[in-house]
């Protein structure tokens, strides 16, 4: 009797220096401490799941682009940068804000500023929501026409899809919950929960999109965004609904961060900004180099890139296309995906984003941009920028369409010894 006793100790004992070893994710962390994300998913075999990202959609049913028609210049460029990364655009009007009649918004805006340019862009991208619900679209990609991405996009969302899911998809069997609800805090509490692609435990496969079957909202172009915190007290707005910190985790934002490391395609520290004279951002100054984090959108800003499920599109179009319109339309989403519409016994908003973003805004040079951006006039016009992005398309564009390969583009933001 005392020899089995022994021998289950002694098996319990190894089990558990094996799960130590081989971390949450089966396989030793060690064995990819040194690839990149890209070699990680590879090796490990996640990425396979992720093949229909490599399509002319990027994973999504449909990829839409915001377009005044009088901005042939926008077209132009966008229809060029998509042709040499193998998607496939399909155009939404853009609406000019004298044309958006005071019979069509939403009663409560009648007694605000708002802007001719708010008003033009929030029904443009009402139009977008229209198509994703009118054609019952399982997602789209909504992109504005001045937006940019790094040649490497494909890669980089397979990477950023096998993150996401942690947000998205449930873990093991079914009925079970993502990792980003399976460990919550009390209201108050601040600790992030962090873990690298290589200790995510292994989720169901997704049957609707590669990036998940349950969310709302995946911000992957921002001009800003922070780490979600929780409230440590109650903000008393009842105009938002907020009146007291919910005690229902499902309401309060997830803390978890995935951290993906060795990221060839992020800047290096000091290039962490939206624009050359900006501070470097803030989470510069909590990860190393080449790291990028995926985690609950919080205050997040500009809309150059987002995807939309169908139900978000459906919640989206109810909320901003018929009840409310406040406020520039990004800051309204910003709000939303914050949770400051959530009703008594509904559920926070599913929306995941991206440090450092994916897509991003370009600026060219000599032009002047529809949509503002921070820093305002800071764009030398001389020279053309897109923030933090290494092999913009935008940029290597001349070279694209001459077939040029990797070894003849150039990088915006060389690697540099850190201090």
Not at 67 to 85: G, I, K, Q
Not at 256 to 269: A, F, K, Y
Not at 367 to 388: H, M, Q, R, V
Request: with cysteine; glycine share 10%.
């Amino acid at each position: 009797m005392l020899l089995s006793h022994r021998v289950v100790v002694f098996v319990l004992i190894a089990l558990a220096a094996l799960f130590v070893l081989f971390g949450y994710g089966g396989r030793p962390a060690a064995r990819f401490r040194d690839l990149s994300p890209l070699q990680y998913l590879q090796v490990s075999g996640r990425g396979s799941e992720a093949l229909e990202i490599l399509n002319g959609t990027l994973g999504f049913e449909k990829v839409f682009a915001i377009n005044l028609p009088e901005r042939t210049d926008r077209r132009d460029a966008l229809t060029l940068a998509a042709a040499v990364s193998g998607i496939q655009v399909e155009w939404i009007m853009g609406v000019a804000g004298k044309d958006v009649s005071d019979r069509v918004v939403p009663g409560d805006s009648l007694d605000r500023n708002i802007s001719r340019g708010n008003r033009g862009s929030w029904r443009a991208h009402m139009d977008a929501l229209q198509q994703i619900v009118e054609r019952n679209l399982t997602s789209a990609l909504i992109l504005e026409d001045d937006a940019d991405w790094d040649v490497r996009i494909k890669s980089q969302l397979q990477v950023f899809a096998q993150a996401a899911r942690a947000f998205t998809q449930p873990v093991g069997t079914s009925g079970s919950k993502p990792v980003s609800r399976m460990y919550t805090s009390a209201p108050g509490e601040q600790s992030p929960l962090e873990f690298s692609l290589s200790q995510l435990p292994k989720d169901l496969k997704p049957k609707v999109t590669a990036y998940g079957d349950d969310w709302d909202v995946l911000w992957l172009g921002h001009c800003g965004t922070e780490f979600p915190k929780r409230p440590s007290t109650a903000e008393e707005d009842p105009e938002k609904g907020q009146t007291s910190i919910p005690t229902d985790p499902s309401q309060r934002p997830p803390l978890l961060r995935v951290v993906i490391p060795n990221d060839p395609t992020v800047p290096g520290l000091d290039d962490m900004k939206a624009h050359p004279f900006a501070l470097r951002d803030a989470m510069a100054d909590e990860y190393p180099a080449h790291t990028r984090v995926v985690h609950a959108s919080s205050g997040t800003t500009c809309t150059q890139a987002y995807a939309v499920s169908q139900q978000g599109a459906r919640k989206l179009l109810w909320r901003f296309g018929l009840q409310t319109l406040t406020n520039g339309w990004d800051f309204m989403l910003k709000d939303w995906c914050d949770g400051a519409y959530v009703d008594a016994d509904g559920r926070a908003p599913v929306c995941v984003t991206v440090q450092p973003p994916l897509f991003s805004h370009h600026f060219g040079s000599g032009g002047a941009s529809d949509i503002s951006a921070p820093g305002g006039g800071f764009i030398n016009k001389e020279k053309e920028l897109t923030p933090y992005l290494r092999l913009s398309v935008r940029l290597n564009m001349g070279r694209l369409v001459r077939g040029g390969g990797m070894g003849d583009l150039v990088d915006q933001f060389p690697d540099k010894e850190e201090a």
